[in-house]
């Protein structure tokens, strides 16, 4: 009998770079609605513009600059942009979104190759850039007033992480600011509009680790960190338990936990190196936000720890029958 042997790989898993970015997207799909139903047009325009300039910019940026055929249909390019939008107050300008999508693309990802070449983040290289250069625009956070909510001229107000940066500095009175829990949990709080609703995020993200496109190792080791720390280093005058929970619930730590520091290209392979990934995210985050000059330090921390992943990559379980060096 003549048996021809094909090249690796012999067993296919069916799976895909569209089929995994179309479940992140489907994932993000409940935090979505809830930012829509909580923060109106302002969503819906944001995340257009968004979406629309990231694609067109990976399209004219591959055909024109780097001479290659564009690769819309992965769906790369539209998750780069709603992660952007998520990461974005409703009532940002629509110029200032469309830079961010051109630094998200054009730095975060093309300049490196393209897709599956890049060291950092897209959507958060694009968040980082328009925080540092639009500070004031991206810190004017719209209240959730619903399809009341105006696009531009939204009422504002303060977000939970700038209430308890006041209460780490030692203001007490600054406790009393604070939103409910309940309320930081369903996304009735102000922020970046994707990541007000910890219970959508959390819903999302277990559906991408039911569904295999993401482990579980790089979201509890992020997620167990920050509690931890947050037991360890409660500030004086509140109840433990409810800092440990605040820390979880607000700002973009579940939105990144879940679906940024996850990313396969900007993230470790092995087990244990997405353990110490993740252990690191968490530890740069709570150091920010509890002694830095931002009330958020998410994506600081996964884009600094993004840098280390070429490093956390030397991390490899030992080949069967390969002796200890």
């Not at 790989?9 to 995994?20: A, E, I, Q």
């Not at 799909?29 to 968004?50: D, Q, R, Y």
């Not at 952007?84 to 998200?104: E, K, Q, R």
């Not at 884009?303 to 490093?311: Q, T």
Request: glycine letters at 10%.
């Amino acid at each position: 009998m003549k048996l021809i042997v094909s090249p690796a790989p012999h067993v296919h898993s069916g799976d895909s770079v569209r089929r995994n970015m179309l479940l992140v997207i489907l994932a993000l799909v409940p935090a979505f609605a809830v930012s829509v139903a909580a923060f109106g047009w302002g969503v819906l325009i944001t995340t257009a513009i968004s979406i629309a300039a990231c694609v067109g910019f990976e399209w004219l940026i591959a055909k024109y600059l780097l001479k290659q055929q564009p690769t819309l249909l992965d769906f790369s390019a539209v998750l780069t942009g709603l992660l952007l939008a998520f990461n974005l107050p409703s009532n940002l300008p629509w110029w200032i979104v469309v830079i961010g999508a051109l630094v998200a693309i054009g730095v975060g990802k093309m300049s490196f190759g393209g897709l599956g070449q890049n060291v950092f983040n897209p959507a958060l290289v694009g968040r980082v850039f328009l925080l540092i250069s639009f500070p004031v625009q991206m810190t004017t956070w719209p209240r959730p007033l619903g399809f009341d909510t105006k696009y531009i001229d939204a009422a504002t107000g303060a977000t939970p992480l700038a209430a308890m940066k006041d209460v780490v500095k030692g203001d007490t009175s600054a406790i009393s600011k604070l939103p409910e829990l309940w309320d930081s949990f369903i996304g009735l709080v102000g922020g970046s509009f994707g990541e007000v609703c910890a219970a959508a995020l959390i819903f999302g993200g277990l559906l991408l680790i039911i569904t295999r496109v993401i482990t579980w190792h790089i979201p509890v080791s992020i997620l167990a960190t920050v509690a931890l720390f947050a037991w360890i280093a409660t500030p004086a005058g509140m109840d433990p338990h409810a800092f440990i929970l605040y820390s979880l619930c607000t700002g973009g730590l579940m939105l990144g936990a879940f679906f940024m520091a996850t990313d396969y290209v900007t993230s470790p392979m092995a087990p244990l190196g997405k353990i110490i990934f993740g252990v690191g995210i968490g530890l740069i985050a709570m150091v920010i936000r509890m002694w830095g000059s931002y009330p958020e330090g998410v994506s600081f921390a996964i884009l600094i720890m993004n840098a280390c992943v070429p490093l956390l990559n030397k991390i490899r379980p030992r080949r069967f029958g390969e002796k200890k060096k």
